[in-house]
């Protein structure tokens, strides 16, 4: 496949899975840091406003003649996707505090000790994982850092790093399922 963008975004509307894949490598983190230039929000929040501007190209891209009007239509995209997003967030927020307060009830953060058989299970499961993904997953969960700093100090796309985890995380979800059916 040619390098031009009207060939990428030509394919990508034809619904070539490469197409999207080359696109998401090309522009995961342009998006990324056009939904915190946006919202001024975490990580997590901008990785979702990410994920959903995607889902939004992928279904309604047309062929596109240059890098600078798919950028400037990427930069709406993401934007208008990140500030449906808030709005949503803001909506459910007023109807849990009007839910609270029509029942008159004190919302209290209480933390449930987590299981230790969930955790050693869970401990089983990454260890079972390649070396690799174990210390993304190590770095991402255990020390907190962001999927910039993962892929600076791995050498590789942040967008790699953060296909890799969701794929790790998706394997060890249905792994807990199957685990949850079989002692049925």
């Known amino acids: 496949m040619a390098d031009g963008i009207d060939k990428l975004t030509a394919a990508m509307a034809a619904g070539d899975e490469d197409a999207v894949g080359t696109f998401y490598r090309r522009y995961f983190d342009w998006l990324y840091d056009q939904a915190r230039r946006a919202t001024r929000r975490d990580e997590a929040f901008c990785l979702d406003a990410v994920q959903e501007a995607v889902l939004r190209v992928i ?68 260890a079972a994982l390649d070396p690799k993904l174990v210390q993304m997953i190590e770095l991402r969960y255990e020390k907190g850092w962001t999927l910039q700093r993962i892929a600076s100090a791995l050498g590789v796309s942040s967008g790699t790093i953060d296909g890799r985890l969701r794929r790790a995380l998706r394997q060890l979800r249905r792994r807990a399922d199957f685990d949850k059916v079989s002692d049925v």
């Open 59 to 126: 279904r309604t891209i047309k062929a596109v003649e240059t890098e600078k009007a798919l950028r400037a239509w990427l930069k709406l995209v993401v934007r208008a996707t990140a500030y449906d997003l808030l709005r949503h967030e803001s909506r459910r927020r007023r109807r849990e505090q009007v839910a609270v307060a029509s029942r008159g009830e004190i919302v209290a953060a209480e933390s449930e000790a987590p299981d230790e058989e969930q955790i050693a299970w869970l401990r089983r499961g990454i």
